[in-house]
């Protein structure tokens, strides 16, 4: 079974520019979650889409976006980039059914790497 | 303050040796319980999922969960080299879906 794939790997763009992230989660999963990594913040939640429908949002500013596709896949969007946007960008995906209750296991891509320089 | 607190090391050991790695947290509405493990440039691969209080083993591998302390444990027996890594801690709610909250993650190198 193929498991979370992320494209590109690594990234490297200017102050001001955009960029968009892509995830293809583990064929069935219907959850998608991305996460920042940073050495001085650890991984912080970003949103979670299930069903084309962002159902959780982290605090991060508007400048981050993300939408969901009808095959599941996902994107993530940040816009006029700052240096601190630097970081690895991760996605993971779950069965979630939507109906809350029991966790299921989130399992993670490898991530993009973004740099701004 | 950070909902979950991790020393991020580094932590150095021997081979062999029994490692512990614990987590402490402020939330109490936290249920579930895990602990990922990333290796350089790679996702986090869940090790262990733990809901509300108890242990549980898996090989070398045993996961405590004290929900009256708010802390939690990972202890990894006769530790590889392998196992070097980072190792995070990760929690959520029964309303949380998919959302994570985890530790800024502990540093381990076992040395042959």
């Known amino acids: 079974k193929a498991g979370v794939t992320q494209t590109p790997r690594y990234l490297i763009k200017t102050r001001g520019q955009q960029v968009t992230l892509s995830c293809s989660p583990i064929s069935g999963h219907r959850s998608v979650s991305w996460y920042q990594q940073t050495p001085g913040q650890g991984l912080q939640f970003l949103f979670e889409?299930?069903?084309?429908?962002?159902?959780n949002k982290g605090n991060f500013p508007g400048r981050f976006s993300g939408r969901q596709f009808s095959n599941s896949r996902s994107e993530m969007n940040v816009s006029t980039l700052e240096l601190g946007d630097s970081a690895l960008y991760l996605c993971?995906?779950?069965?979630?059914?939507?109906?809350?209750?029991?966790?299921?296991?989130?399992?993670f891509g490898p991530g993009t790497r973004l740099l701004v320089l | 303050q950070k909902e979950v607190e991790q020393d991020p090391g580094p932590l150095s050991v021997p081979e062999g040796a029994i490692v512990s790695l614990n987590c402490t947290y402020s939330?109490?509405?936290?249920?579930?319980f895990m602990w990922y493990r990333q290796y350089s440039r790679k996702g986090p691969e869940l090790l262990m999922y733990t809901y509300s209080s108890g242990n549980k083993e898996d090989g070398r591998f045993t996961a405590q969960v004290d929900k009256s302390s708010k802390y939690i444990s990972l202890f990894i027996r006769d530790s590889q080299p392998s196992d070097s890594a980072t190792y995070l801690c990760a929690m959520s709610g029964e309303t949380s879906g998919s959302r994570l909250t985890f530790g800024e993650g502990t540093q381990l190198t076992v040395n042959p």
């Open positions: 939330n109490s509405a936290f249920q579930y």
């Open positions: 889409y299930f069903s084309e429908t962002q159902r």
């Open positions: 993971a995906s779950s069965k979630l059914n939507g109906q809350g209750g029991a966790q299921e296991t989130q399992y």
